[in-house]
Nanobody, 121 residues
């Protein structure tokens, strides 16, 4: 089993920055595909950024809406993933979730409990 705990959310003003953290525990989680999702009120959950393991180096991708403003990274030694968010906009307001996909004969998908990010003047 894998447990994911997010932190770092809060109430900020437009153009502010925040860094979200996701700590994984329970099993080794250093080479799995990881991602940040978000869900705004009344909307479906959407992927924000992902970091996929590759022997040639992690493959990173972003949703168009956050490109140039958000940066995903991870520290495998600490089993931790980060989302550095800059130049936040009101439309970034959502609950942000950490996601890990563990490959195997049956793929396992894990979610954290979420952390609220509110961007408001």
């Amino acid at each position: 089993q894998l447990q994911l705990v997010e932190s770092g959310g809060g109430l900020v003003q437009p153009e502010d920055s925040l860094r979200l953290t996701c700590v994984a525990s329970g099993r080794r989680a250093s080479n799995y595909d990881m991602a940040w999702y978000r869900q705004a009120p009344g909307k479906e959950r959407e992927i924000v950024a992902s970091i996929r393991f590759s022997f040639r180096g992690d493959i990173i991708s972003y949703a168009d809406s956050v490109k140039g403003r958000f940066t995903i990274s991870r520290d495998s030694a600490k089993h931790t993933m980060y989302l550095q968010m800059s130049r936040l906009k009101p439309e970034d307001t959502a609950i942000y979730y950490c996601n890990v996909v563990v490959p195997g004969p049956v793929e396992s998908i894990y979610w954290g409990q979420g952390t609220q990010v509110t961007v408001s003047a």
